[in-house]
C-alpha cells in the first residue's frame, strides 16, 4: 500500500522482477494523485491468491486493476473473469522469453467474448497509458481529475513546441 | 442516434462495411440499456469531421468511445488524442487487406505513451468485449449496472453447466 | 462421461464449438481403449467451475487431463496450475480468431517456469497427438497399452507402404 | 530551418529521439543541394499542431514531406489527409517498442484506398531513401537535379566496383 | 496503350493474372484524366525486357512508374535501379504463395540505402493508393490536378457524411 | 551419466553449446531426486546415434525423453518416432539463428498426426518446465513424488506471498 | 517408378495428400525428359524406410532428391542427413495446418550448419522450381539438357512480350 | 580471386559487409578444395554489374553461384534469372534492417515459378550449408569429392561421441 487513502487503482504483476517496467504505472498515478497498491500475483504460480484477490477487488473500493504480466500472459484474463472491474493489461516483454513481448500481447489482447481485458502496448509506454486510461476512468465521475487529464493533454502538445525551439 | 435518452457510449466506425461487426457491439448496449449512438468517421478520409466529434464528445455526455478501424488502425489513437474520454479500440479484419486483422490490431495496441487507447481482440469478439468494459467503465458509478455486470458473469458460467448437459 | 470405467483423461474444452476437434482425441482413446470423459469449461467464463475441476482431478482418478482452447488460450494453463497431474494443451483455430490459431499457441505453449503444459499442434492434429501423448503416459505402467503403441508405431510405418502402391 | 532559401522538403518526426535517424534523411537532402526544414510534431501528442502543419505545407511553397514515426505510427496518415502533397512514411524501430519497428512498418503501409503513404524500408535505410525518393520527385521538374540523381546512380556502381578491388 | 496523348504514367505487373488488381491503378489515373499505359514484364521471366523498360521510361516521357508484383517481389527494385524516376511499389497477395501478401510487402519495402521505392498497402487498396500518389506527384506541376486532388479529399469527406445518414 | 541409479529421464540435446540451457531441466529433476542422463545427439549430424539412442531407450528403462533443439529443431520429432516413450521437446533460440527461437517453436509443436511431441516454451523456462512435466509423469506412478509435485506446487505460491512482504 | 531409364530425380513426399502439388515437380521433369521416380516416406511415421531410402538413393544412380513435407516439415533435413546427394526441399501448404506452410517453410530452410537443404518457395511455386534447379544441376554435365534450360528461360521472357499483345 | 585454378563456384555479396558470414562460405570451399571467386555487386546500385556477372558466369566455367545478401534481398533471384546455373540464396540479416534477416529470407526463398533459387538458413549456417551444398552437386561428377563429402558427414557424427565424452 503505497498511500493512506484507500487505494482505487491496484497494480498487479505476476513477479517482482516485472516491478520496474509497471512503477512507471505507479509513478503516473502519483502524479495524478490517485492513490493506489502494488499487489504481487501469479495467474499460474499462486491461482488461489489471484482469486482471492480478484473477488474482493471491488468490495475494497478498488475501481480499476491493471495487469502487467509476460509470456503467456494469462493474469488480467484470469483476473477480469472473477471481477465486475474493469482491467487492463499490460503485456511485458519477459527477460525469460526472447519473442520480445509479442506472446504476451496475444494472450492479453486475443480474450474471447464475455470477459473483456483493455489491453495497452508492450512494456513501458504500455504501462504508463495503462495508468492514463485509469485515470480518464476515473475522471469520469471526478471534474478536478478530469481538469488534470485535459490539463496533461494540452502539456504533450506545448513539450512539442519546446522541443522544436531546442532541435 | 438509436435512442432518445442521451448517448453514454458512442460506437465509431470507419466505414459503413465496418457495421455487421461493430453491430455486435450495439447489441451488447441494448442488452444493458446503455444509451449509445452510431458514428461514422474516417481518421483519413473525413479528418476534420474526425476532430470535431472527438472535440465535442464529453460536452455532449458521451462517457465512452468505442472505435472499430481497420488496416492501419489510426482513427482510435486520433481521437484519444483529441478527447479526455476513454477510448476502446477494436481491430477490425477489413476485406480491403489480407493481413486477417494483425494490421489493425499493431495499430491499434501499440500507442505510444501518453495517449491510451484500449484494445480489444481483432473482429467480433473484441466489438463484444469492447462494449463488455464499456458496461464495467459506467457501473463504476451505477449501482444498477454493476447487478447486471455481476448477473452477465454469473449467466456465462451457468450457460456452460447447461452446455455441459447437451454435450 | 463417454465409458462406465472411470476415466483416466479427461478431454477439457472451452465451447462447445471445439467439439468437433477435440473428438479426435476421443476416437484415438477409444481406438487404445482408453476410458475418457468430455468435460465442458472455460477459463473465463466459468472460472470457479475450472478450479473446482482441476482441484478434484487427480482424486477422481484421471491421470492426464487434455485441454483444447482457441484465441487467449488461458484453460490449460489455469488448470495445469490447479493439478499436479500432466496437462495437454491443444491450441484451437477459433471462428472468432482471424489470426488462425497462432494466438492460441504462444498462449498455450510460452508458460512461464513453474507450471508445465505440452504443447501439441494447432487443431486436429495436435487433438489426435494429444490423445497419443496421453496413451504413451499412461503405457509408462501398463504394459499392454504399451503394446499398442509399438503397434501402432508399426501400423503406420505399413500404411506408408500400402500407399506407395497405390500412388 | 536549416536553409534560408524556402524549405521544399519537410522532415517530419514524432520525437526529438527520432532526430539520429532523420538526420539520415537530412544529409540526403543536403547532398543534393535541396532547402528543407525540420518539424516536430506529434499524430497523438499535438494533434492541432499537426493539423495546421499539414494544412499550411503547401501553401508555404513545401513539395514533399517525409515523416518519421514508432509504434502505431500514425503520423505519415494523420498529415496525408490533411494535404494534398506526396508524403513519403519512414517507420521507426523505436526503442520504446520491443517490436523492432515492425508495429510502425504495417502502421504506416497499410493505409486504406484514399490517401497514399509512401513508406520506406524501417530505420535508417528508410530515412535515406525517403530523401532519395523525394529528390526523384523534386528532379520531374529541375534537370539540374535530374542529373544529381543520374550521376548519384553512376556513383554507386563505381563506388561496388572499388570495393571489389580493395576486397 | 490506354491514351492517345502520351503516357505519363506506367503501370507495370509482373504477370497478366495481377491485372483485375492493378486495373484499380488504371481506373484511379482516368479518373483524374492522366494519360497511362499497361506494361507486362516480369524482374525473373524476362530480365531484359525489363531492364530495357527501366532504361527507357523516362526518356519515353514516364513521369512516374507503379509496378505490382507478388511473392518475392523483386520488380519494383529492380526497375528503381535503372531508372531515375520514382517508382511506386504495390506488394500483391498472389493466388501462388500462401503468405497473403506478406513476403511481397518485406520484398518491396525492405529496399537498401540507395534505390527508393515507395511502396503501398497490399493488394487492391494499394493498387489505388499507388495511382493517387502518381497524381499528388504529378500535381506538384499541374494546378488543374492539384486542384483535382483537394476536391477528391474533400469528396471523401463528403461521403462519409452522406453514408452517416443511411446507416 | 549423473546419477547411480538407473536414469529414468534422459535429457538430449543436439549440440553441447545447448547445455547451458538444459542444464535447467537437469537441476529441477536433481531438485525432485529423479535420476537422469544427459546424451549429446543430434537429429543432422549424428542420424545413426540418434536412431540407435530412441530405439534402445525404452528397452534400458528411460521413462521420458527431454530433448532440447534450436533452428529447424527435428531432434525431438525424430526422437518421438522411434520410441512409444513420452518425448517433451524444447525449441532452443539458437545462438546461430537470428530467429529467436521461433523457428525452433514451429519446428518442435506443429508435429503432425501420429507422432506426438510435447512442446514447451523457448527457452530456459521450458527446460525447467520439461523437467517438471517429466516429474509429473513419473508422479502418476510414484507416490512420494505426488507429494513433491504438491509441495513444489505449494511453495512457489509461499513465494509470492513472501515476496509481496519486500516489494 | 514412371520410367523405364533409371531414375536420376526422386521425389519424395510425407503423405499421398501431397501428390497434387508434387506433381507440379514431375511434370516439368517431363517437359525437360528427365526419369525420375515418386516416394512416398515419411520422417515420423516411417524413420526406417526413410533411412533405407537415404541411405540408398545414391547407391541406385539417384543424382538429386526433391522432398515435399508440411507442418514441421523434417523431411528433407532427416534425408539430407543420411546421404551426400543434394536435397531440395518444398515447403507445403499442409491442410492439417492453418499456418499456411509458414511452419513448413522454417523447419525447411533454418537447417543447421553442416547438413544443407535447398529450400524453395511454399507449395506449387516451389515443386515448379524444385525441378528447375534438379534441371539446372543436371544440366551442368549434359550439354543437351543446358540447352534445354536456356530454352526454358527464353521461352519465359517471350511468354511476356505474347501475354502483352493480349493484355 | 582466391585461387589459381579457375574458380567453379562463384561467391556473390551485396555489399563489403556481408565478406565476415560469406567468408563461412569460402572457408568451408577451402576445406573441400573447391577453387571459387568472391565477387561484389549489388541488385541494385550496380544493376549492370550484376547482369554482366550472371550473364557470363556459366560461359567462365562456373559451376555453381552463392549469393549473400540481405533486406529486400533480390540479388540471388536477378542473377538466377540470368544464368542457366545453379544458384544458391543466403539471407542476411543486415545490420541496417532490424527485422533478423526474416524479409531477406522471404525475399529469397518466394520465389515464383520458373526462376529457382535454393535458399539457406539466415545467416553464418546459410553461409556454410550453401558452400556444403555447392560442393555436394559438384560431387555428382567428382568421385574424390563424393568422398570428401562422405568423410564430411562421418566426421561430424564422430565429433558428436567426442563431445559426448567431455559433457
Redo the contacts between chains.
Sequence with gaps: MKEKREALVSIVM???SD?PIMKEAASILEEFNVPHE????????????T?LFAGKA?GRGI?VIIVGA???A?LA??I???T???V?GVPL??S????????A?????????????????????GA???A??AV??L???DKGL?RA??GY?EK??E???E??Q??
Excluded: C, W
Aim: charged share 20%; net charge positive.
Design positions: 505476476g513477479s517482482d516491478l502494488l499487489f504481487l500475483t501469479s495467474a499460474h504460480r499462486s491461482p488461489e491468491r482469486s471491488a475501481k509476460g509470456m503467456a494469462h484474463g484470469v477480469a473473469s472473477q465486475p472491474l474493469p487492463i516483454d519477459s525469460a522469453s526472447p519473442l520480445q513481448g509479442f506472446d500481447l496475444l494472450s492479453t489482447v486475443q480474450m474471447p467474448g464475455g470477459v473483456p481485458v483493455a489491453a495497452m502496448a508492450i512494456g513501458k509506454a504508463k497509458n495503462a492514463l486510461m480518464r476512468i475522471a469520469l465521475d478530469r487529464v485535459d493533454i504533450m502538445a513539450d512539442i513546441e522541443k522544436q531546442r532541435l
